[in-house]
Protein backbone atom coordinates (compact mmCIF):
# COMPACT_ATOMS: atom_id res chain seq x y z
CA UNK A 1 0.00 0.00 0.00
CA UNK A 2 1.31 3.64 -1.11
CA UNK A 3 1.67 5.90 2.23
CA UNK A 4 -0.04 9.31 1.89
CA UNK A 5 1.63 12.08 0.76
CA UNK A 6 2.85 14.68 2.64
CA UNK A 7 1.36 17.44 1.51
CA UNK A 8 -2.30 18.23 0.43
CA UNK A 9 -2.71 16.86 -3.22
CA UNK A 10 -6.29 19.01 -4.10
CA UNK A 11 -4.13 22.24 -2.71
CA UNK A 12 -1.17 21.33 -5.14
CA UNK A 13 -3.38 20.88 -8.20
CA UNK A 14 -5.58 23.92 -7.91
CA UNK A 15 -2.50 25.86 -8.37
CA UNK A 16 -2.24 27.00 -12.14
CA UNK A 17 0.63 24.57 -12.93
CA UNK A 18 1.15 22.90 -16.61
CA UNK A 19 0.12 19.37 -16.83
CA UNK A 20 1.67 16.84 -19.55
CA UNK A 21 -0.39 14.16 -20.76
CA UNK A 22 0.41 11.34 -22.62
CA UNK A 23 -1.08 9.13 -25.55
CA UNK A 24 -0.43 6.19 -27.37
CA UNK A 25 2.03 7.05 -30.27
CA UNK A 26 3.87 7.91 -27.71
CA UNK A 27 2.87 11.59 -27.84
CA UNK A 28 3.46 13.96 -24.61
CA UNK A 29 2.25 17.54 -24.72
CA UNK A 30 1.68 20.42 -22.15
CA UNK A 31 -1.70 21.17 -21.40
CA UNK A 32 -2.91 23.62 -18.88
CA UNK A 33 -5.90 21.47 -16.52
CA UNK A 34 -8.75 21.87 -14.43
CA UNK A 35 -8.76 19.60 -11.34
CA UNK A 36 -12.05 19.14 -10.37
CA UNK A 37 -14.47 16.40 -9.21
CA UNK A 38 -11.87 14.26 -8.90
CA UNK A 39 -11.08 14.67 -12.16
CA UNK A 40 -8.97 16.29 -14.88
CA UNK A 41 -10.03 18.27 -17.05
CA UNK A 42 -8.17 19.49 -20.37
CA UNK A 43 -9.72 21.73 -23.50
CA UNK A 44 -9.68 19.98 -26.83
CA UNK A 45 -11.38 19.96 -30.25
CA UNK A 46 -10.57 18.96 -33.75
CA UNK A 47 -7.37 21.35 -34.20
CA UNK A 48 -5.57 19.28 -32.14
CA UNK A 49 -4.37 15.87 -32.47
CA UNK A 50 -5.39 14.88 -28.70
CA UNK A 51 -8.97 14.52 -28.99
CA UNK A 52 -8.16 12.08 -32.55
CA UNK A 53 -5.47 10.25 -30.39
CA UNK A 54 -7.77 9.80 -27.15
CA UNK A 55 -10.42 8.59 -29.63
CA UNK A 56 -8.31 6.00 -30.98
CA UNK A 57 -7.25 4.72 -27.73
CA UNK A 58 -8.14 6.77 -24.61
CA UNK A 59 -5.62 4.86 -22.09
CA UNK A 60 -3.57 8.37 -20.99
CA UNK A 61 -1.29 9.49 -18.53
CA UNK A 62 -0.57 12.65 -16.98
CA UNK A 63 2.06 14.35 -14.91
CA UNK A 64 2.33 17.75 -12.60
CA UNK A 65 5.12 18.55 -11.03
CA UNK A 66 7.19 21.57 -9.38
CA UNK A 67 10.73 21.65 -8.97
CA UNK A 68 12.23 24.29 -7.48
CA UNK A 69 16.39 24.45 -7.38
CA UNK A 70 17.01 26.71 -4.96
CA UNK A 71 14.62 25.79 -2.06
CA UNK A 72 15.03 21.84 -2.98
CA UNK A 73 10.99 21.30 -3.51
CA UNK A 74 10.11 18.64 -6.10
CA UNK A 75 6.44 17.62 -6.12
CA UNK A 76 4.05 15.48 -8.46
CA UNK A 77 1.38 14.00 -9.03
CA UNK A 78 1.07 11.00 -11.57
CA UNK A 79 -2.13 10.18 -12.98
CA UNK A 80 -3.29 7.13 -15.39
CA UNK A 81 -6.37 5.64 -16.44
CA UNK A 82 -8.87 5.78 -19.73
CA UNK A 83 -9.92 9.87 -21.03
CA UNK A 84 -13.58 10.45 -22.15
CA UNK A 85 -14.68 13.12 -24.34
CA UNK A 86 -17.06 14.82 -22.78
CA UNK A 87 -19.39 17.94 -23.92
CA UNK A 88 -17.69 21.28 -23.19
CA UNK A 89 -19.65 23.61 -20.90
CA UNK A 90 -18.65 27.25 -19.92
CA UNK A 91 -18.77 27.56 -16.72
CA UNK A 92 -15.79 25.23 -15.70
CA UNK A 93 -14.32 26.44 -18.91
CA UNK A 94 -14.27 29.76 -17.05
CA UNK A 95 -13.35 28.45 -14.03
CA UNK A 96 -10.32 26.73 -15.86
CA UNK A 97 -9.29 29.64 -17.80
CA UNK A 98 -9.70 32.02 -15.04
CA UNK A 99 -7.12 30.46 -12.76
CA UNK A 100 -4.11 30.84 -15.68
CA UNK A 101 -5.02 34.31 -16.97
CA UNK A 102 -7.13 35.81 -14.20
CA UNK A 103 -10.60 36.95 -13.49
CA UNK A 104 -10.55 40.04 -16.56
CA UNK A 105 -11.80 38.30 -19.41
CA UNK A 106 -10.80 41.72 -21.42
CA UNK A 107 -7.25 41.11 -21.24
CA UNK A 108 -7.61 37.70 -21.93
CA UNK A 109 -6.31 36.93 -25.55
CA UNK A 110 -9.20 36.81 -28.02
CA UNK A 111 -8.47 32.80 -28.58
CA UNK A 112 -9.33 31.78 -24.97
CA UNK A 113 -12.31 34.58 -24.73
CA UNK A 114 -13.94 32.85 -28.13
CA UNK A 115 -13.85 29.15 -26.34
CA UNK A 116 -16.66 31.16 -23.57
CA UNK A 117 -18.42 33.29 -26.21
CA UNK A 118 -18.34 31.37 -29.63
CA UNK A 119 -20.98 28.08 -30.03
CA UNK A 120 -18.98 24.93 -28.81
CA UNK A 121 -20.81 22.67 -30.80
CA UNK A 122 -19.56 24.40 -34.08
CA UNK A 123 -16.05 24.94 -32.73
CA UNK A 124 -15.91 21.35 -31.92
CA UNK A 125 -14.23 22.40 -28.43
CA UNK A 126 -14.88 19.54 -26.10
CA UNK A 127 -13.43 18.09 -22.87
CA UNK A 128 -10.93 15.38 -21.98
CA UNK A 129 -12.12 14.40 -18.67
CA UNK A 130 -10.14 12.00 -16.96
CA UNK A 131 -11.04 10.55 -13.47
CA UNK A 132 -7.72 8.82 -12.29
CA UNK A 133 -7.89 5.26 -11.90
CA UNK A 134 -4.69 5.57 -10.24
CA UNK A 135 -3.48 8.61 -9.20
CA UNK A 136 0.05 8.19 -7.06
CA UNK A 137 1.44 11.73 -5.13
CA UNK A 138 5.27 11.73 -3.97
CA UNK A 139 7.41 14.46 -2.36
CA UNK A 140 10.73 14.39 -3.40
CA UNK A 141 11.66 17.70 -1.79
CA UNK A 142 15.35 17.87 -0.62
CA UNK A 143 18.05 19.70 1.29
CA UNK A 144 19.43 22.48 -0.17
CA UNK A 145 21.17 24.14 2.91
CA UNK A 146 24.96 22.13 2.29
CA UNK A 147 24.63 23.26 -1.92
CA UNK A 148 25.89 26.39 -0.98
Not at 79 to 97: I, Y
Not at 105 to 134: I, N
Request: net charge neutral.
Amino acid sequence: MTPPPSFDVDEFLAQPLTARIATNGPTVRPVWYLWEEGAFWVLTGPWARLMRRVERDPDVALVVDECDLVSGLVRQVIARGRAELTPFDVPRGRRKLTRYLGPDESRWDARFRAYLHDDPTSRGTTWLRLQPTTLVANDLTYDTSGLA
